[in-house]
């Protein structure tokens, strides 16, 4: 009788272990899924950001835009192919993407600047969301991070941080291309100028990285820090508080598009650790 008690004990623990180290390895499984549909849907972002940009330089007259636009729509749409996943094709914020996405870029010259801007900013904002909502639902969060407890911050006010400079991108360099910066557009960057200072001030305190990451977590911090000042500057000196402007549109669209780029780096950093810590 004892002996038989012994071995239902002994099969009722192998059991619980077992079942534990299947949900682990399930977690990981999902965890690893969710960071690869994260990575995708950040490229989507980006590059919808960059349509968004150019645009508003065609729409405000830079004939040069439009071969550049046709080749980022291309790429917009194979990466939209590669996440007709499971996980997203009854998701609504998705199913609204893969929607909308189709009819703006159809509209081609009919839509106004002020429509094209506010059109591609909802759609950007709608994947920011999603990217969030992908890495709660794929355990991607600090309850399930212990070593990464900052990680929240990266999904959310990092990602939209880097937003509120692709807006200013749209935005500056539509002025830039018509040498007029009427009082709304002089508010809506007014209004990003502070979002982006606080970023600097606040957001990057936020995140963290593994010990061995320090260094290189610092100066990627320091090299968007310094991008973000210097398109500060240039917003406030060249396209606010001047009465005539006469900053180069392409110009303006690179110092921006540098500075998004090291935002996104501090992103693929942050990445790269979390790689390291679901290892």
Not at 164 to 180: D, E, F, N, Y
Not at 183 to 195: A, D
């Amino acid at each position: 009788m004892e002996i038989y008690v012994i071995s239902s004990i002994t099969l009722v623990l192998m059991m619980i272990i077992f079942l534990r180290m299947r949900k682990s390895s399930s977690t990981k499984t999902k965890q690893r899924n969710g960071l690869q549909y994260i990575q995708l849907l950040k490229n989507i972002i980006t590059m919808v950001q960059q349509h968004r940009g150019l645009s508003a330089a065609k729409l405000n007259g830079d004939n040069t835009a439009q071969d550049k636009l046709l080749i980022l729509s291309r790429k917009i749409f194979d990466e939209i192919q590669q996440l007709e996943v499971p996980l997203l094709q009854n998701n609504e914020r998705w199913l609204a993407f893969t929607d909308h996405w189709p009819r703006l870029t159809a509209q081609d010259q009919k839509i106004s600047v002020a429509n094209s801007f506010e059109q591609h900013t909802v759609m950007i904002r709608n994947l920011c969301y999603l990217l969030e909502d992908t890495a709660e639902e794929c355990y991607l969060t600090a309850d399930y991070l212990p070593n990464l407890t900052h990680i929240g911050f990266v999904w959310r006010e990092l990602v939209l941080a880097t937003e509120s400079i692709g807006q200013s991108r749209a935005l500056g360099t539509g002025v830039a291309v018509k040498k007029v910066c009427s009082s709304v557009e002089k508010i809506r960057l007014n209004f990003l100028i502070t979002t982006m200072s606080y970023t600097t001030e606040n957001t990057f305190k936020q995140l963290s990285c593994l010990p061995e990451e320090n260094k290189n977590h610092q100066r990627l911090i320091d090299y968007a820090t310094k991008n973000v000042t210097t398109l500060i500057t240039v917003i406030e000196n060249d396209l606010i508080k001047v009465d005539k402007i006469s900053v180069d549109n392409n110009h303006y669209f690179n110092l921006a598009s540098d500075t998004i780029d090291k935002m996104n780096a501090i992103f693929e950093h942050q990445v790269k650790q979390l790689k390291t810590a679901l290892s």
